[in-house]
């Protein structure tokens, strides 16, 4: 499958976009990187915005923030939410992050899958293409020899390219919960009611009387 062809394929598994988040999201990027709020070098930044622009409007299930990637590290682009994958017959979404670095295009983005609630999610161990030891730390196959071939990479060839990836092997599992114990049914046996209970033992305790006088001559019932 060509980019072009994985680009309209894996769109088709997305939601219809939201156009006034999206004139949102673009504008907040322009204020990000065109007006320089994020000190990105000058000669960089209309590559940088047209990158993330264009993988804003193709993939609208991504949205913008910012942060560091490591602690001490310079505050960059953020670019997170979830990528669609179609595993096995069924779409799945997979929760990412992308970082823009000071050097983007010639330094390559910095992915990471992030799981959120990790009590009932979990990266895949081991995974060809996620390190989970790394936090989650992706390096697919488009990433590799970025610096060498950065004038022609970008941001949406790369979470295309991730997309195809996770379709084979996805990074992202159900933790299987432990199941509670089965409750061992009781059954009660029925108790007689407390009339039943006096009657029977007025009965024994006639029968013991009788018993005794038997013995000694007497007929039973006659006194």
Not at 96 to 101: D, L, N, Q, S
Not at 195 to 218: A, I, T
Request: hydrophobic share 35%; net charge positive.
């Amino acid at each position: 499958m060509d980019q072009l062809s994985g680009l309209w394929f894996y769109q088709s598994l997305l939601p219809k976009p939201n156009f006034t988040l999206q004139q949102k999201l673009i504008k907040h990027a322009i204020t990000e990187i065109g007006e320089g709020d994020i000190n990105y070098p000058i000669q960089h930044r209309p590559r940088i915005l047209t990158d993330v622009v264009q993988l804003l409007f193709h993939i609208p299930s991504l949205g913008l923030t910012r942060g560091r990637f490591q602690k001490g590290e310079p505050v960059v682009l953020v670019i997170k939410g979830t990528i669609p994958i179609f595993y096995k017959g069924h779409p799945y979404k997979t929760p990412i992050k992308i970082w823009v670095p000071f050097g983007y295009p010639k330094d390559s983005p910095k992915v990471r899958v992030v799981v959120e609630d990790q009590a009932i999610m979990s990266i895949k161990l081991p995974h060809p293409y996620v390190d989970a030891g790394a936090g989650g730390l992706v390096n697919v196959p488009y990433m590799q020899a970025w610096i060498e071939a950065h004038s022609e990479r970008t941001l949406t060839d790369l979470v295309i390219n991730m997309c195809e990836c996770f379709s084979v092997d996805p990074p992202v599992r159900e933790k299987v919960l432990p199941q509670p114990p089965v409750p061992v049914p009781t059954f009660l046996i029925p108790q007689p009611p407390q009339e039943q209970v006096m009657q029977e033992r007025e009965r024994q305790e006639e029968g013991k009387r009788c018993k005794g006088k038997r013995g000694r001559g007497w007929a039973c019932g006659l006194l």
